[in-house]
C-alpha cells in the first residue's frame, strides 16, 4: 500500500490509530478461546498466561511501533485502556471463584495489578528490559498472577471471618441485656400449682 492511497483512506493518524486498533481486538477476540472456570486453579492460571503471552507476542509490532506516539495520542490511549478493560473482563470471568467475599475496592486493585501484569506494558518490560525469553516471561507472569489471586482468596477469607465477628458482636450485647434483667418474682396468684 503507498503513502497516497493510505493518507487517501484516513484522514488523519488519529483514524488509523483507531481502526488499527479496532482491527486488532477483532483478532484478539478472535483467536481468544475461552478457559474452562472449572479446572484447577494452577491449570487455569497457567493456560491463561500462555494464551496472552501468544497474544501479546502477536500484537508486540504494532504495540512497539506506537510507543513513542502513545502520549501524544489519544486514540493510542483509548485502545490501551480497551486491552487491559478486556484482559480485566476475561480475568474476573475466568477467576471469579478466588474473588468470593471480597471486598469492591479491594477487588478492583487486585483486577487492576492482574490487568496491569499481563498486559503489554509488563510484557514488554519482560521481554525487551530483561530480555527474557517467551516461556521465562510467562513463568514471571504466572508468578505475579498466582500471588495476586492468593492475596484475593486471602483477603475474601479475612472479610468473611471479619464479618463473622461483627455480626457475633451486635448481637453479643443483645444476649447480655436478656441475660442481666432481673427476673420480677410471682406474686401468689400468679404461680401456677401444678397437682402432684
Known amino acids: 500500500m503507498s503513502l497516497r492511497s493510505l493518507w487517501g483512506h484516513f484522514g488523519d493518524l488519529e483514524t488509523l490509530f483507531a481502526v488499527t486498533g479496532a482491527e486488532l481486538m477483532r483478532r484478539q477476540v478472535d483467536a481468544y478461546e475461552p478457559i474452562d472456570p472449572s479446572l484447577p486453579l494452577e491449570e487455569r492460571i497457567d493456560a491463561y498466561c500462555r494464551q496472552r503471552a501468544e497474544m501479546l507476542e502477536y500484537i508486540a509490532p504494532f504495540a512497539r511501533s506506537s510507543e513513542i506516539r502513545v502520549p501524544f495520542s489519544r486514540e493510542l490511549q483509548r485502545n490501551r485502556v480497551r ?10 470471568a475466568l477467576f471469579s471463584d478466588q474473588f468470593e467475599g471480597v471486598d469492591g475496592t479491594v477487588r478492583t486493585h487486585i483486577e487492576n495489578l492482574l490487568g496491569v501484569s499481563t498486559t503489554w506494558p509488563t510484557w514488554v518490560s519482560l521481554r525487551d528490559v530483561l530480555r527474557l525469553p517467551v516461556p521465562e516471561a510467562v513463568e514471571v507472569m504466572k508468578r505475579s498472577v498466582s500471588a495476586l489471586l492468593a492475596e484475593a482468596s486471602g483477603a475474601g477469607r479475612q472479610q468473611a471471618v471479619a464479618r463473622v465477628a461483627q455480626e457475633k458482636a451486635a448481637v453479643a450485647p443483645h444476649r447480655r441485656a436478656q441475660q442481666s434483667r432481673p427476673v420480677p418474682a410471682m406474686t401468689p396468684r400468679e404461680q401456677v400449682v401444678v397437682p402432684a
Open 83 to 92: 486491552y487491559l478493560d478486556r484482559a480485566r473482563y476475561e480475568i474476573g
